[in-house]
């Protein structure tokens, strides 16, 4: 995608975090911002820090996991600016623990959100983005939780993989139809964001969560220390979006110190030989 200017953006999960880097980031480009997000305090805060930076932007409080809320996101987005040239399915939450340990709800909160989320993204807006007939691009964010699969964080990295698989689909889906509209699957590591909070967004009927040992709260602070010491920023890895979308690039791998543990990965499938523990 080359053409910024005027043309609209849609970020869920867009309040904060990487979501809103990619606001500000794709706003200096000239874009009209549609900010999707379930926190309304934090969504009304942003929407009126960009509006006083100068940005053509709305916020319409979403649940990405409910269908029908990310319809009514793309009739408001349509409503307001008149296309979409631009998705981020950026919304995201993390939950750690032992696969046997999650509860239904966990599962159902994490995949709910990171994975029917970027579903129901890519389902509701790819169909207006063709059908427009302009460029245009579909942002997935995964991670590199994507594309390794470390101890401790099932429940995220399913939610992930299947982010990863989904987007690389999706590519060759899109190539088949039209050269017109693109996408890119983000795969970031650590990133300092509210991603360590993420169940101050979690819905009351999901809320029952597994009993959490001694050793699923130590994992838990050093996985907030670990986010918390994250070297680029979330302005840095928006930075990195805007270059692939620009460019054309499926692969947004952020933190190249991962790629060793994606390879051990990959040549563990190849050599059938049992998964290298990527913790080390
Ligand atoms: N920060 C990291 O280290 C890191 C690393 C890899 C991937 N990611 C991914 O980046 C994405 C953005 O997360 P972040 O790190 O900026 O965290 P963040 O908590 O700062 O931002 C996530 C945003 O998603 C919103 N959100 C949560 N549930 C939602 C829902 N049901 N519907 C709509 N919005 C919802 C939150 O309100 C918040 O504004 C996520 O998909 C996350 O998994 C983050």
């Known amino acids: ?10 970020i869920t999960g867009g309040a904060s975090g990487l979501g809103r880097a990619m606001a500000d980031r794709f706003a200096r480009e000239g874009m009209h911002i549609v900010l999707a997000d ?8 942003t929407v009126a820090e960009m509006k006083a930076a100068g940005a053509k932007v709305i916020g319409v409080r979403t649940d990405v996991s409910k269908a029908a809320e990310v319809e009514a996101l793309a009739q408001k987005t349509l409503a307001a600016f008149g296309g979409v040239h631009l998705l981020a399915n950026n919304a995201g939450v993390a939950e750690g623990g ?14 709910g959100v990171n994975m029917w989320g970027v579903i129901h993204g890519v389902r509701v807006f790819t169909p207006i983005m063709l059908k427009q007939g302009s460029e245009g691009h579909i942002v997935n964010t995964a991670s590199v939780a994507g594309l390794i699969s470390p101890p401790g964080m099932g429940i995220y990295c399913v939610s992930k993989h299947a982010v990863v698989t989904l987007t690389e689909c999706l590519h060759h889906d899109l190539a088949q139809q039209t050269d017109k509209v ?24 999901l809320s029952e969560t597994r009993h959490k040992t ?6 838990d602070a050093s996985l907030k ?7 680029l920023s979330a302005a840095d890895v928006a930075q990195k979006v805007f270059e692939a979308v620009r460019e054309g690039r499926f692969y947004i791998l952020t933190h190249p110190k991962i790629k060793p543990s994606i390879q051990w990965r990959m040549e563990d499938i190849l050599q059938e030989r049992n998964p290298t523990n990527p913790m080390g």
């Open 1 to 10: 995608m080359k053409d910024f200017q005027g043309k609209v953006a849609v």
């Open 38 to 45: 379930v926190e309304p305090d934090a969504l009304a805060r």
């Open 98 to 111: 032992k696969v046997w340990d999650n509860t239904v709800a966990d599962w159902e909160w994490v995949l």
């Open 182 to 205: 693109k996408c890119s699957v983000l795969c970031p590591a650590y990133v300092p964001t509210g991603i360590a909070d993420s169940g101050r967004n979690r819905p009351a009927e």
């Open 214 to 219: 001694a050793a699923d709260l130590a994992l």
């Open 225 to 231: 220390k670990a986010v918390q010491s994250g070297k």
